[in-house]
């Protein structure tokens, strides 16, 4: 698949061919779980994730659709620390906590500076805090908020993938340089990070995909990374909807999401998930989709490659 495109592939394309977002509450998250996560020393913990109601993440990246549940002006004072409030009597067993807010956790515009402290006091009881951090953002203001929690921070960055002109193609306004540079700041300071890594983005074929993934991992772990997320591209954001139609863009295979597991696990460097958020849309076969479903999951918990599905399909 070329990467060339007849689109502009802009912040302003993109934002002018998205759908219209969600209506959401600016007091109050427009969404939380709570899960197991295998943790960084190996235990299987309950987890929480607040999902965030801010302002739009400063960053126009092609593929994201988290935009979706985000506002067009910054929340009022105190809305983080209220959906924060709100939502923690629901999380009273969780070990772990993921402050997401669609964005950089870092960008002021989005979480105010001078509410860091109140949420780290509020945040006192989990072991570990992580948040979601664009390499451009993580600088002394991450230092500040790791220096007021009684927990380990960990920041998420998302590395997307190390196929530079692809990288460049992604709008993230960010360099593979700006990736190692922020992980080995944050390494310098004994604060960990993991790397989003996208699996076909648009522009690959669904090898390039599934090769451009592996060594994407590789990439993050060779710079310190402790952990790595694998997240399969899906369109319905608009910008990806049109890449789809014009051949420039198809989704991944739920195979191909299988295989680069495999491979990263089999690295043995540290932890290596697979998303599995609207993992039916990378399916083709309802036969054997669930027992998929439930190997990846497994896999997950316990960082073990096991034997694949087999199936007529």
């Known amino acids: 698949m070329s990467n060339d495109s007849v689109f502009p592939l802009d912040s302003e394309w993109i934002v002018s061919n998205r759908p219209k977002r969600n209506k959401i509450d600016p007091l109050k998250p427009y969404d939380w779980i709570v899960e197991k996560e295998l943790s960084f020393?190996?235990?299987?913990?309950?987890?929480?994730?607040?999902?965030?109601?801010?302002?739009?993440?400063?960053f126009k990246c092609l593929m994201c659709d988290l935009w979706k549940n985000t506002t067009i002006t910054s929340t009022p004072p105190g809305a983080i620390i209220n959906q924060i409030n709100l939502t923690l009597p629901y999380m009273k067993k969780a070990k772990q906590i993921k402050l997401y807010n669609s964005g950089s956790f870092f960008d002021e515009k989005s979480i105010p500076f001078d509410e860091y402290q109140k949420i780290a006091s509020l945040i006192a009881g989990f072991e570990t805090v992580i948040v979601e951090g664009h390499p451009r953002l993580?600088?002394?203001?991450s230092l500040y908020f790791n220096d007021l929690l009684s927990g380990d921070l960990e920041v998420a960055i998302g590395l997307e993938t190390i196929h530079p002109e692809i990288l460049r193609k992604l709008n993230k306004k960010m360099t593979l340089q700006d990736f190692s540079k922020a992980v080995r700041f944050l390494s310098n300071h004994q604060i960990r990070s993991r790397a989003f890594i996208l699996l076909r983005p648009p522009f690959m074929s669904e090898s390039e995909g599934v090769y451009w993934a592996?060594?994407?991992?590789?990439?993050?772990?060779?710079?310190?990374?402790?952990?790595?997320?694998?997240?399969?591209?899906?369109?319905?954001?608009?910008?990806?909807?049109?890449?789809?139609?014009?051949?420039?863009?198809?989704?991944?295979?739920?195979?191909?999401?299988?295989?680069?597991?495999?491979?990263?696990?089999?690295?043995?460097?540290?932890?290596v998930?697979?998303?599995?958020?609207?993992?039916?849309?990378?399916?083709?076969?309802?036969?054997?989709?669930?027992?998929?479903?439930?190997?990846?999951?497994?896999i997950n918990?316990?960082?073990?490659?096991?034997?694949?599905?087999?199936?007529?399909?």
């Open 41 to 58: 020393d190996r235990k299987i913990k309950d987890t929480g994730t607040i999902f965030l109601s801010n302002k739009e993440c400063s």
């Open 138 to 141: 993580v600088n002394k203001k």
């Open 301 to 313: 918990l316990s960082q073990e490659q096991t034997e694949q599905i087999k199936c007529s399909c």
């Open 214 to 271: 592996k060594k994407s991992i590789e990439f993050a772990f060779d710079n310190g990374v402790e952990c790595c997320t694998v997240i399969p591209v899906r369109p319905g954001n608009g910008a990806m909807d049109l890449l789809m139609a014009s051949g420039d863009f198809s989704k991944p295979s739920l195979e191909s999401l299988e295989e680069v597991l495999d491979f990263g696990i089999a690295l043995g460097a540290g932890r």
């Open 273 to 298: 998930f697979a998303d599995t958020w609207d993992l039916e849309l990378f399916s083709t076969c309802d036969t054997c989709f669930d027992e998929r479903r439930l190997r990846l999951e497994k």
